[in-house]
């Protein structure tokens, strides 16, 4: 592991902490990867009931690391190591439960979609500025979203890039509950503790009919990216990253 993804178990709870806080969380190729691993192992291994994944204080993910994000891009699409994170989670066998604070950008977003329990610091925000960018969401949460949150807001939060508070995102229903910053991690845990003590063929069972979508996720993560990829050669795409690299200088 780098260092910047901590995995830990803990009992039943196998943790998956982000740990780049220097950047926010943002995600390279190589944390894409040792993500990807840590679900893949949780999924093989019996004793592990429930996976958690946390940040750090300020910050839950910032979205993609800039830097590995346009090396993809001249490469031509997403990146092979971040489409196998998105089937890992988008087929992951294991209750997942997330742990929110701060900042939850792009990917750090999205990837609650596939999450079972979500648990948000009050201080956190949800943000998905995917067109701003001349690029569509991603994750299949062009499917997910407006399941979860209805059209109409996942147009707003998913289209217009509009942020929402915890509070506004506990009401859209993709967080249960919302605490205090400072015990985001302890209320995140004891979901996951609790999660983990339930009869394991039964919630397996239960969670699978609930996620009764698996084939039509799978279906569109592909797809998603398939369109990622011809919208990062566009015209529009190319004015999008000008524009930004303009503002951050």
Known sequence: ??????????????????????????LTLAMYAEMTTALREANQTDAIRCVMFAGSPG???????ISDFLGAALGGGLEP????????LGGNQKPVVAAVAGVAVGIGTTMLFHCDHVVAADNATFSTPFLKLGLIPELASTLLAPMRM?????????????PLSAAEAKDAGIV?????????????LKAAQEIS???????????????SHGDDVMQRIDAEAKHYKELLQSDEARAAFQAFFARKR
Do not use: Y
């Open 150 to 162: 209805g059209h109409a807001r996942a147009f707003s939060l998913l289209v217009m890039g509009r």
């Open 1 to 26: 592991m780098s260092g910047a993804v901590v995995v830990t178990d803990d009992g039943a709870v196998r943790t998956i902490r982000l740990n780049r806080s220097e950047k926010k969380n943002a």
């Open 197 to 211: 003590t339930l009869p394991p063929g039964a919630l397996a069972a239960a969670r699978r009919l609930m996620r």
């Open 81 to 88: 190591r971040a489409i196998d994170f998105m089937h890992e």
């Open 176 to 188: 249960n509950t919302v605490v205090d910053s400072a015990a985001v991690d302890a209320a995140a």
């Open 59 to 65: 910050a839950f993910c910032a979205g993609n690391d």
